[in-house]
């Protein structure tokens, strides 16, 4: 197959809509104290894909977020979890037409540093 097993959590169909699903459960939760759902809440910043993603594809990214942003009408930024740090970037982000569809669902970029050891940590501080 070439794939590693995780990854095909990215891209069976089946799985992406079961996340799916799982997605709108949670934003659609309307908070007991408030009665205000999640996805409109105006104390939550943003919805992260996952924390640390190693290999999230392209379009799983941007229909994750096309999906929380169009389709459920969240309110909220939305921060691809990929570890940019370990994977580098989309490829696809070479391309003008995919940079926009990428800058025009993606509010954030998060990542991770951790350094090899505690004595590079305190030479670079």
Known sequence: MGQHKQDQFFTDPEVVSDFKEYVSVILNHVNPYTGIAYKDDPTIMAWESGNEL???????????????????GAQQLFMDGRMVSETGFYSELDQPDMLAEYQDVVDILSDHFYPMDVDKLLQMS
């Open 54 to 72: 190693y290999f999230p594809t392209f379009d799983w990214t941007v229909s994750l977020a096309r999906y929380i942003k169009e389709e459920l």
